[in-house]
């Protein structure tokens, strides 16, 4: 305390207060550092609450790891508060250099707190300590999220609050992590006290209940990380960051696809991820509970990539079109034994196709699509157009001719798979056609309805229609 005049009133130097603090930091989990600070704050308080309303210094000897405790005091002319100020009288027989103003410093016995400082301070460091532990344990968690940890289950039990089963988790140093029941697959119903469980931390939370502070480690085992983990801890290519994880899609209990790419082309994501006799794929089932998962080949060529999402040996055609609020959608045709597999049981293998590539998937079967055939009305092959053309056409919602000839010319170009003269010939024909037919029906009925849609309909910028289409 350099620069301090420490007014020693005991004619001996008081005990210091003793901490093993390396062991309590080690046992705590918090740094020395931040134990230093805690119990400094705690001895300063317990003092004020203890022996009066006045400044106490407390400061810490590394070397010794001894806390000693101060009162600060004024050096006056004459005293009118005891606990705050020293004569200089009575200052200059302890340090003949005392002047009035000068700060002094007297050193606190610690056995003058009494059994009552004892208590205070053991209350308040147990608050402050556990408030320093759980901001450890927030601190280190919190980098955490989305990782893999694997924990001893230690408690089950119904919460009331969350309305739900909660599995207490044991993460080491007596850390615990909460696995709800939300947060579990249906498989895991069989978990038990004692078993060792695997889950990713999905978020970390402080909790403050009145004066202490409780960290909240919220685990699962259904979230998307958890497959990825999962397949990072048996897939050391992707750990690498060879194989990139592009997106996941499950239904946590049956079904799982995963989709790989490979940033080196001389590796196979699939087989990479399969292993040798299958070794990986099996490991990772086991770990899921033995969910089926799909190994799914990233590429560029979209249509390739749904052939691939589905799951199925071969596809017909496939449609991609743009819906409302420029969602896409791929309409699939498959042979009719290639059904089954492509939707699933249930629907839920086109379902998780569609929610990994991020578009919705229609599958139909080619007997279906000979229907759809025959279902396609005449007026198109008025039009001049071919099957296809047809289809699309049709799968578009164009589906009679008043549609197409009373549609903006945009929405006939906006059709995926028409080139925009192909749009423009079949938009001219169907007005060609349908005011032809109008005007047939008016010689019958005497009403001239073409002529006020000729002049009221109104043709967009850029299309030119001659006089003899009309």
């Not at 060529?301 to 819906?323: C, D, E, H, P, W």
């Not at 896409?328 to 839920?348: F, H, K, Q, T, Y």
């Not at 060609?432 to 000729?454: A, C, N, R, T």
């Amino acid at each position: 305390m350099t620069g301090k005049k420490v007014l020693k009133i005991q004619e001996s130097e008081p005990e210091p207060i003793r901490f093993t603090l390396k062991a309590l930091a080690e046992e705590k989990g918090v740094s020395k550092e931040s134990l230093v600070q805690t119990v400094k704050d705690v001895l300063a308080e317990t003092a004020k609450e203890v022996l009066g309303d006045a400044q106490y210094i407390v400061e810490f000897d590394e070397d010794s790891s001894e806390f000693r405790i101060y009162r600060k005091k004024t050096i006056v002319e004459k005293v009118s508060n005891p606990l705050t100020e020293i004569s200089i009288e009575d200052a200059r027989k302890i340090d003949p250099t005392a002047e009035l103003g000068d700060e002094a410093y007297e050193v606190i016995d610690p056995k003058t707190m009494g059994r009552r400082g004892t208590q205070v301070a053991k209350n308040l460091l147990l608050a402050r300590l556990s408030g320093a532990i759980e901001e450890s344990v927030y601190q280190e968690y919190s980098k955490k999220k989305g990782m893999l940890v694997t924990g001893m289950i230690k408690k089950i039990e119904f919460e009331r609050i969350r309305r739900e089963k909660i599995i207490y988790v044991d993460l080491g140093r007596n850390v615990i992590g909460i696995l709800p029941q939300s947060e579990l697959a249906p498989q895991d119903n069989k978990l038990r006290e004692g078993d060792t469980v695997k889950a990713v931390i999905k978020d970390v939370k402080m909790k403050h209940e009145g004066v202490f502070v409780r960290t909240e480690i919220i685990l699962s085992r259904i979230d998307k990380k958890f497959v990825e983990e999962i397949v990072k801890k048996n897939v050391s290519e992707v750990e690498q960051g060879i194989i990139k994880i592009r997106n996941i899609a499950r239904k946590p209990g049956a079904r799982v696809k995963i989709l790989v790419e490979s940033i080196d082309s001389n590796i196979d994501p699939v087989g990479t991820c399969v292993g040798v006799r299958g070794m990986r794929i099996k490991s990772m089932v086991q770990e899921l509970g033995g969910e089926r998962i799909d190994i799914v080949p990233y590429t560029e060529n979209m249509q390739q990539l749904i052939t691939n999402a589905l799951g199925v040996r071969k596809v017909s055609a496939i449609m991609i079109r743009r819906t409302e609020g420029e969602q896409r959608e791929a309409i699939v045709v498959v042979p009719d034994d290639e059904l089954s597999v492509a939707i699933g049981r249930g629907g839920l293998n086109v379902k998780l196709a569609s929610e990994l590539l991020g578009i919705k998937i229609n599958v139909r079967s080619e007997s279906e699509r000979e229907k759809l055939k025959e279902m396609l009305p005449d007026f198109f092959k008025k039009l001049g157009i071919g099957e296809k053309q047809m289809q699309l056409m049709w799968e578009s919602g164009f589906r009679t001719i008043e549609d197409i000839a009373l549609a903006p010319l945009q929405k006939i170009k906006d059709i995926p798979g028409l080139s925009e003269a192909e749009a423009n010939r079949i938009f001219q024909e169907a007005r060609k056609i349908y005011f032809e037919k109008l005007k047939e029906e008016e010689k019958v009925k005497g009403v001239e309805k073409s002529k006020f849609l000729e002049e009221e309909k109104p043709v967009e910028e850029g299309t030119e229609l001659g006089s003899k289409d009309l």
